[in-house]
């Protein structure tokens, strides 16, 4: 991974395919806090990338799986478990047991590249390979494929940078 930023006051990182901007808070904040920029605890300074990244897992905790199950039911497969993983070289990966998982570091893609990941993965419990009908199952959840594939090859070392 590309070494990360210092996270300091007036640097900014991504949440969500936007830039925003980091504010160390010198008392009264015990946890990364969000709302419309990043409130960094400066107690947690020696700790900082792990405070970002936990607050990152439990956002895509929260955002990424409701919308895994809700592209599973508009898809009509069944998961066996859908879970936010560590991985390092992959977005998303599917199980021949029906487990679906997807990188943490998605959440800080836009939406519209998030639920092409998702219907990705998805798309294979119907067709393992990425045949002309694989396609058509991912394009018909999500119309921007195409955009989605481009940002991910334009933006994808930015997201794995070391927070």
């Not at 955002?63 to 508009?74: D, G, H, Q, T």
């Not at 029906?98 to 067709?127: G, M, T």
């Not at 694989?134 to 933006?155: G, I, M, T």
Request: proline letters at 4%; a positive charge.
């Amino acid at each position: 991974h590309p070494p990360g930023k210092e996270l300091v006051s007036g640097e900014s990182v991504l949440y969500l395919g936007r830039q925003y901007r980091i504010e160390v808070v010198a008392e009264g904040l015990d946890a990364v806090q969000f709302n419309q920029r990043f409130l960094m605890p400066a107690s947690k300074v020696s700790d900082r990338r792990s405070a970002l990244r936990e607050w990152y897992v439990a956002r895509a905790n929260e955002k990424i799986l409701p919308r895994v199950n809700r592209f599973a039911r508009s898809l009509g497969v069944e998961i066996k478990r859908a879970r936010i993983v560590d991985n390092r070289y992959r977005w998303g990966s599917c199980t021949v047991k029906d487990n679906v998982n997807f990188n943490w570091r998605l959440i800080k893609a836009p939406v519209f590249v998030i639920d092409y990941v998702i219907a990705h993965e998805l798309a294979h419990l119907i067709e393992g390979n990425h045949t002309a009908r694989f396609w058509n199952v991912v394009r018909a959840q999500v119309p921007k494929v195409e955009q989605a594939r481009a940002w991910l090859r334009e933006h994808g070392q930015v997201l794995e940078e070391e927070v």
